[in-house]
């Protein structure tokens, strides 16, 4: 059964805060995850991979836990421009992403 | 610029008329996904393709048709839609298996 859940939120937060998100996957042969960032029902975006040694990109860090089989999403610093919803992916199998439904951030001033 | 394109952005139809949603790429990606996205369900395959000529279904094929002669293009086709399948969709392309996709702009589809 495919499933990558995710707190659907809203996390609500002020400017400055760091925020952190949680996604849990249900196949443990899946091979690649990745974050993605969705506005306002536009495009998602690709934000990160998250790789097993964990990763960061500026304010943002990832991590993998395959054990526990979850990723996890820190943010730092949080600005408004980071208001969004985030999005866990993962690959299962050899063709397919599979999308959590996202967890909603919103930063307030 | 690195983009995939659909077409159109928006469409307001009638049940049983026959439409296309049309999607190319121009980064020469092999493998090729539609999705369409509803208030808590989020994103779910409807058919993707690994190559040309290569198509398989995703999760939600039921009423949808996908063809890939050329690279590029892989057009979407609802052959008689129904109001169950206003949504907003998605077309993806990346370039092979376990690559991050690039997504389309959407298209909102609304069947009446």
């Known amino acids: 059964r495919k499933e990558v859940e995710q707190d659907p939120g809203p996390f609500n937060v002020p400017e400055g805060a760091t925020v952190a998100f949680n996604c849990t996957y249900s196949?443990?042969?899946?091979?690649?995850f990745f974050w993605y960032r969705q506005d306002c029902r536009k495009e998602p975006k690709l934000l990160m991979s998250?790789?097993?040694s964990g990763n960061e990109d500026g304010r943002f860090t990832a991590q993998l836990n395959r054990a526990s089989q979850y990723i996890s999403l820190l943010i730092r610093d949080s600005k408004l421009s980071d208001s969004a919803t985030y999005l866990c992916?993962?690959?299962?199998?050899?063709?397919?992403?599979?999308f959590g439904k996202g967890t909603m951030l919103l930063v307030s001033p | 610029e690195a983009q995939v394109t659909q077409n159109p952005r928006y469409l307001i139809t009638v049940t049983g008329k026959k439409l296309t949603v049309t999607c190319s790429q121009n980064?020469?990606?092999?493998?090729m996904s539609w999705y369409r996205q509803d208030p808590g369900l989020g994103l779910r395959q409807i058919y993707y393709?690994?190559?040309?000529?290569?198509?398989d279904k995703g999760d939600v094929p039921e009423g949808y048709k996908v063809s890939r002669k050329e690279k590029r293009n892989f057009p979407l086709i609802l052959e008689s839609p129904s109001p169950n399948q206003t949504s907003l969709y998605f077309c993806?392309?990346?370039?092979?298996?376990?690559?991050?996709?690039?997504f389309g702009s959407g298209t909102r589809l609304t069947v009446v």
């Open positions: 993806a392309s990346s370039l092979g298996q376990g690559a991050d996709y690039t």
């Open positions: 196949n443990s042969a899946s091979q690649s």
């Open positions: 998250v790789y097993s």
């Open positions: 992916v993962v690959l299962l199998g050899y063709s397919t992403l599979t």
């Open positions: 980064m020469n990606h092999e493998y």
């Open positions: 393709s690994m190559n040309v000529e290569v198509t």
